[in-house]
């Protein structure tokens, strides 16, 4: 598996998914709520959300 051969660039492509997706997702809730939609889907699952930020950058360095 790709992952098992690079795991850096296998983290750091998730981590570049992960935060477009984030992103993607703040940019449909604006357009469909306004500004709190963005708030709230920037905030929603905040913790959740910083806890798999943070384990990817960790892999990064971890396999560097």
Wanted: net charge positive; aromatic share 8%.
């Amino acid at each position: 598996i790709w992952a098992m051969k690079q795991p850096y660039k296998a983290a750091l492509t998730g981590l570049i998914a992960y935060i477009t997706l984030i992103v993607i997702s703040a940019i449909f809730a604006g357009i469909a709520g306004g500004a709190t939609g963005v708030l709230g889907a920037i905030l929603g699952g905040v913790i959740l959300k910083i806890i798999i930020i943070l384990a990817l950058i960790r892999l990064m360095y971890i396999n560097k």
